[in-house]
């Protein structure tokens, strides 16, 4: 059997057609590595980094958003991992089904599901399904688990453990792998969101800065200027003295170099309508007759 074949796609089917069409589109794009991560936005020639925005350390595909190692993503997730422990709990999941998932999620890409697989009070039999659904997940490996290409295994292994507790009659096991798969999209996609709200932070703050230091200029130039062209009752406003005015906040200095601007224009205008005055006198003069 290949390894595609030990892929739960009925319920990854299951679980797309709950979707809302923005979310399976999303999830579309995700899982077929098409999202607009940073190695995508290089390839596209729009980004020149394919560093992720989060972490600035590895570079960014598919992958990486479930693995990134920067602080806040880390603290994200682990709150995400434990929601989605919490909804195995209520929904009758085997503790060691749910124990596993949860560790190994957390402990991120280089984690075997096997290895985090408790000796628990489970029967035998469950006991080895879950081995068994846990190895074949090592197989298809940690990333495929986080694009929900989960092993048929774990919901033969739920069926058993629904089966033991004599809960088959109220719960199955189909509807729990699709809702599981379901809330683990939500996992994911709470990531990716993360991941776009850093980048808008970023965005902002680099525009922020570069107001900051475009007023900073005009302030330096209006000393520049000096006081030559400001209205002497505006000389006040250079008499404050530059570190003053460099550490007003941002919008008291946008008025500040506005006043100044203001000033200079009124001087400016007042000295070029005097030139046209004195030209017209010496207009009328020059033509009187004698
Ligand atoms: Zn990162």
């Keep these: 059997m290949t390894m595609v074949e030990n892929i739960d796609w009925d319920s990854v089917e299951k679980a797309s057609k709950k979707l809302t069409i923005s979310r399976r589109i999303w999830l579309l794009k995700h899982v077929s590595g098409f999202a607009p991560t940073a190695s995508k936005m290089v390839h596209r020639k729009e980004w020149d980094s394919d560093k992720c925005p989060r972490c600035q350390l590895e570079i ?171 209205r002497p009752s505006d000389h006040h406003y250079l008499n404050e003295g530059i570190e003053n005015v460099l550490r007003k906040n941002i919008r008291a200095q946008k008025y500040w170099v506005r006043k100044c601007q203001v000033s200079r224009e009124y001087t400016e205008n007042t000295e070029k309508n005097m030139l046209v005055g004195m030209r017209n006198i010496m207009r009328s003069w020059a033509t009187q007759p004698d």
């Design 60 to 230: 960014e595909d598919v992958d990486h958003i479930m693995s990134c190692k920067n602080g806040t993503a880390y603290e994200q997730r682990l709150k995400g991992i434990l929601t989605l422990k919490r909804w195995m709990q209520r929904n009758s999941t085997a503790p060691e089904i749910a124990e596993c998932i949860t560790l190994t999620l957390a402990a991120g890409p280089t984690a075997k599901f096997e290895e985090m697989v408790g000796t628990s009070s489970s029967t035998s039999k469950l006991r080895r399904m879950i081995l068994d659904a846990a190895r074949e997940q090592d197989e298809l490996g940690w990333n495929n688990f986080c694009r929900g290409r989960i092993s048929k295994r774990w919901k033969q292994a739920q069926h058993t453990y629904l089966e033991e507790c004599r809960l088959l009659r109220k719960k199955t096991s189909n509807t729990w792998a699709c809702n599981f798969l379901l809330h683990l999209y939500e996992l994911i996609h709470e990531q990716w969101e993360h991941r776009n709200e850093e980048i808008t932070k970023a965005t902002k703050e680099k525009a922020s800065a570069s107001e900051r230091n475009k007023i900073e200029c005009d302030i330096r130039k209006q000393f520049e200027l000096g006081i030559g062209t400001l």
